[in-house]
């Protein structure tokens, strides 16, 4: 550089023409040679930088891990290389933005613009519909397969429509096809109505010409052997027309034509996605005086039908006035994460029957109820993931979970509810719930208020529920903690529930389950909001067929001296075993343990004051209740009578005990605990003899006649109920 300076300072000083040329070559020269060198300094800086990069070995961990796709495995020379790979693939991926349809929306109703975009989409094969930050009003609006729809989180806005009304201006007949109505503005094709009169229809709107309005049954709501086209029932002038304010249905199509998907996971709704989308219902515009029942199954946000690969996630649902994310009838592969749902059915009547405030939970899974037993059996769900997502004030709870097969529910969390935080439930028509895992959840807040006829447990397992494992999971402040009703092999473990003024675990049913490593905790400060008919575990299978079976064992009891009720409460049930149970409470609370006509196989409670513990009418293999002996048929002096035992368990009832004696015997036995109108098998076993007898039609009277018995021999008696 110094050099170029210099041969400038030259230039300038020549005053003949030769003296200037030769300054100006000679500067130049030195010019050249700077530039080639800087060149050459820069060509070696260039080349080590790149070695640098590309050979950057331990010196640089994540530029190498950079050059390597996880995904595929696939190693590129550098960083550009790769980046270059992967916009080749983007480009290969359809996404059409919903803000080039503008020029059909109407009064911010975005519904015409996503169907558009949705038919080219699938016209093309599929693709992704991006929604960009803004607002966007849909109602109706059919999402069907290689469809993704995707925005920006928080701020990508798709609300639904206000619920929307109009009234019949003529009679119908049935099987019509034809409504003639008196406001038809707020109608389009495509939309789902209910029509309420006495009954109620569900119909899809196929064509609107002025006041006529052509309609077919809307086909997820239509019994798969009912053959009527239109209208199933007879509407009078005047009968109210609701258009369901649902935003998105997934599904092949809502038409009853052309149905290709009937057999369980086959073809179906395949391989579609929604995330990133921030959904608000329309719970704030619903008439109740114009209510129909169908405002609970299609006022939600997403509803998927007959799914194969459906994925929702990092989305937020709030105000439904229904249950947001359903998945109904058959559908495999389900995975459904990291969303938020919030104020779900915040308007729910407290009026409403049980069955009706369950339709009203952040997500609902259900069997297909188009069809009927055993055909229903084989429509449910299997295959599902739902974990990481979140609720608050969902009045329905988190999530109802019907009838579905080998799935997993797992690290959610629940704030706020009225019905039930967590439900699996196999189904009111045989279908069961089997092979689901319930893990890691935590659900609080479950209290009645002024809805007094809510159920309010944090979580419920029902009804045909097989094989299902409860699993670390916490239940704090709700009014039942976990309630258990109609469910077999149930494994119930490593769970904390804390805090339930009815019960913490209440049993209605449970059949060759284990109860293992729970903690039962009834803090200080929420002691005093017991009454005398709280329990702790409690067990009532009087109103059920099947009795309880259970094993109770390593569960940890810490109940604070304002705990008002029972500890433990068993009533009219099977065979429960306690084992090396742990109790910590105060002994005027112990005093409080309770049994009422229960067996028990082993009921080890070594670890509570013995004085705490009252077995009254408590019916054990040592210590039973006795049968009624009628000895004046008795001929054989020398029989001694032992001490007899009867339980009943289920549809059986067992006698275990013994006759002492040598002869022959002839007795009339009566047993008091036998029902009337049944019929029982008895054996009588002893060293010698193997008799079977059988108990009279309308008696409970068992008549033995000349029994021979071995000396010093035992006479056993086991029952098995036959028919009723």
Aim: contains cysteine.
């Amino acid at each position: 550089m110094a050099n170029i300076i210099d041969k400038i300072a030259q230039i300038r000083a020549a005053v003949f023409g030769k003296d200037v040329r030769e300054s100006m070559a000679s500067g130049l020269e030195v010019v050249n040679t700077e530039i080639e060198s800087t060149t050459s300094k820069q060509n070696v800086l260039g080349s080590q930088f790149n070695s640098l990069v590309i050979n950057a070995g331990a010196s640089n961990a994540e530029i190498v891990a950079g050059r390597t796709s996880v995904v595929t495995g696939q190693t590129f020379d550098n960083m550009g290389h790769r980046i270059d790979n992967h916009d080749t693939q983007l480009a290969d991926i359809v996404q059409v933005n919903i803000k080039a349809y503008t020029s059909l929306v109407t009064n911010n109703n975005w519904t015409l613009a996503a169907k558009t975009a949705i038919a080219y989409l699938k016209s093309i094969g599929g693709g992704t519909l991006f929604f960009p930050m803004g607002t966007y009003y849909i109602r109706n609006v059919v999402i069907p397969s290689n469809i993704t729809i995707s925005g920006i989180p928080n701020l990508s806005i798709i609300k639904a429509m206000s619920m929307q009304y109009t009234t019949l201006s003529a009679n119908t007949i049935v099987n019509t096809q034809t409504l003639i109505v008196n406001d038809p503005s707020n109608l389009a094709v495509g939309d789902i109505i209910s029509l309420k009169d006495s009954l109620t229809d569900l119909l899809l709107i196929k064509n609107i010409v002025g006041t006529t309005v052509t309609v077919e049954s809307m086909r997820i709501n239509k019994d798969i052997n009912d053959l009527t086209l239109g209208c199933k029932y007879v509407h009078t002038t005047g009968a109210v027309i609701s258009i369901m304010p649902q935003i998105f249905f997934v599904t092949e199509t809502l038409s009853i034509t052309n149905e290709t998907d009937n057999t369980p996971y086959v073809n179906g709704c395949q391989n579609v996605t929604i995330n990133n989308i921030t959904f608000i219902g329309s719970q704030d515009t619903h008439d109740v005086t114009k209510e129909s029942v169908f405002e609970l199954l299609f006022c939600g946000a997403v509803y998927g039908y007959r799914l194969n690969g459906f994925k929702v996630y990092n989305c937020k649902f709030s105000k439904t006035y229904c249950s947001a994310l359903v998945v109904y009838g058959w559908c495999n592969n389900i995975s459904i994460h990291h969303n938020y749902f919030e104020n779900i059915s915040g308007t729910m009547r407290i009026d409403r029957p049980i069955d009706q405030k369950e339709s009203s939970s952040g997500i609902s899974f259900h069997w297909d109820q188009r069809y009927v037993s055993p055909n229903a059996l084989l429509h449910v769900c299997k295959n599902y993931d739902i974990s990481y997502n979140d609720g608050f004030n969902c009045y329905g709870g988190l999530m109802f979970i019907s009838a579905t097969n080998t799935g997993t529910i797992s690290n959610n969390k629940l704030d706020t509810f009225k019905t039930h935080g967590i439900a699996v439930y196999g189904g009111d028509i045989g279908a069961s719930c089997f092979d689901v895992i319930v893990a890691n959840n935590a659900v609080k807040n479950g209290r009645r208020g002024v809805d007094t006829n809510a159920q309010c447990d944090g979580m419920l397992i029902s009804t045909i529920s097989n094989g299902i494992s409860v699993l670390n999971n916490t239940i704090n402040n709700c009014e039942i903690g976990i309630n258990i009703v109609g469910a077999a092999l149930l494994n119930l473990m490593g769970n904390t529930v804390k805090n339930c003024p009815q019960y913490y675990i209440k049993i209605s049913s449970c059949y060759s389950s284990i109860i293992f490593n729970n903690s039962m905790i009834c803090e200080y400060a929420n002691g005093a909001d017991t009454t005398a008919s709280s329990k702790v575990v409690y067990v009532d299978d009087a109103s059920l067929i099947t009795a309880s079976t259970a094993i109770f064992k390593n569960n940890i009891y810490i109940i604070a001296s304002t705990f008002l009720g029972k500890i433990l409460y068993h009533q009219k049930c099977g065979v429960l075993t306690y084992i090396s149970e742990t109790f910590s409470c105060p002994q005027t609370v112990y005093t409080t343990i309770s049994t009422s006509l229960t067996k028990f196989r082993t009921c080890d409670l070594s670890n509570a004051p013995i004085s705490g513990m009252t077995t009254t009418n408590c019916i054990s293999d040592e210590v039973g209740q006795p049968v009624t002996i009628n000895t004046s048929y008795v001929n054989e002096a020398t029989a001694v009578f032992g001490t007899f035992n009867c339980y009943k368990l289920g549809n059986r009832v067992f006698v275990q005990g013994g006759i002492i004696g040598t002869g022959t015997l002839t007795a009339d036995i009566t047993f008091i605990t036998l029902p009337y109108n049944s019929k029982y098998r008895v054996n009588i076993l002893d060293a010698m003899s193997n008799y079977q007898v059988y108990l009279l039609a309308n008696t409970s009277v068992l008549k033995l006649s000349s029994a021979t018995l071995a000396v010093g021999a035992y006479m056993y008696f086991n029952f098995s109920y036959i028919s009723a």
